[in-house]
């Protein structure tokens, strides 16, 4: 193993896990193991991404290098639980890819004399290689020690990602803002698309496809100023209509929807001055919020 290479034992077989093991591998850090995941498939996954061996969560403690890819809320328990078991030592790197958690959750670890890493890509994984290749250039968000953070930011770079220092306090909401975002939107456009469906068109897609990558372009480009549609011109009959449509369809929750993220728009533009007081007040009218 070349000078500056870590032995890396990887805890979680999920989408991230291998993932990751795979980016630190082409970079001559050598995997000694990934405990198992509950899934079968997510096993076999793992095992022709990265061709190492199942481990004991324990075992994988022995690298210098432990990455701990698991759902948010098991993080701290099984730190906690493994540091009874006296398995982190002084100089070890103990780093999680929680976006919700900062370092917080290795306090166990890290009172045993472990270097303490958060890092978090902001992209949603897969679980294929074809992960390995979103990674280039993505943002990642560190939490880290004085000590820890070039470390942190070194093994960032390594596996092609952007970092970025958010800070302890900051991490939940930096969590949930990605979490609204990119989580959110899937069940709006969920819903959008039921609602093409019910209205007897076959490849609602094509017609979401580009209105979505104009509509994000522009959100992300100009902010509230790139808002089109009914509550931007204030066309109350619209708002009606749309309401109207959905219950009909026997939509109530796209009804609901509809008519929440309406009210949101519509605050949002009053608060950019895109629409006035009085056209706020006949927006809100029409959506029935008092």
């Known amino acids: 193993m070349k000078p500056g290479r870590f032995r890396v034992g990887i805890i979680g ?31 076999d996954t793992a095992e022709a991404i990265l061709g190492v061996p199942f481990i004991d ?21 099984l730190v906690e639980g493994l540091a009874k078991l006296g398995c982190f030592r002084g100089g070890q790197i103990v780093m999680h890819t929680s976006g919700a958690h900062g370092i917080g959750v290795l306090e166990a670890a890290q009172a045993q004399g472990a270097l303490p890493i958060a890092l978090h890509p902001a992209m949603t994984f897969s679980g294929t290689s074809m992960d390995l290749s979103r990674l280039e250039m993505c ?15 070194a093994l960032a770079y390594e596996m092609g990602m952007e970092p970025t220092v958010v800070e302890e306090e900051d991490r ?21 698309v039921d609602a093409l469906e019910n209205a ?4 609602p897609s094509l017609y979401l496809r580009p209105l979505l990558t104009a509509a994000l372009d522009r959100a992300l480009s100009e902010g509230a100023a790139g808002l089109t549609g009914p509550v931007r011109r204030a066309d109350t009959g619209t708002l009606q209509a749309h309401q109207k449509a959905l219950k009909q369809a026997g939509l109530e ?17 009053h608060e950019h001055r895109i629409l006035t007081d009085d056209q706020l007040r006949d927006v809100l009218a029409a959506l029935l919020i008092d």
């Open 200 to 203: 007897g068109i076959e490849n």
């Open 57 to 77: 969560a324990d075992e994988a403690c022995k690298a210098d290098l432990v990455l701990i890819a698991i759902p948010d809320d098991q993080i701290r328990p």
């Open 139 to 153: 943002p990642a968000a560190i939490t880290a020690t004085p000590v820890s953070l070039p470390i942190a930011t």
């Open 13 to 43: 077989a999920g989408r991230v896990g291998p993932i990751l093991g795979r980016a630190l591998q082409i970079v001559d850090h050598e995997i000694i193991g990934i405990t198992r995941s509950r899934s079968q498939e997510r096993n």
């Open 253 to 269: 929750n796209v009804a609901n929807t509809y008519t929440d993220l309406a009210h949101a728009t519509a605050e949002m533009a």
């Open 172 to 192: 939940v909401l930096y969590h949930a803002a990605l979490a609204h975002g990119a989580n959110h939107l899937v069940t709006l456009v969920t819903q959008a």
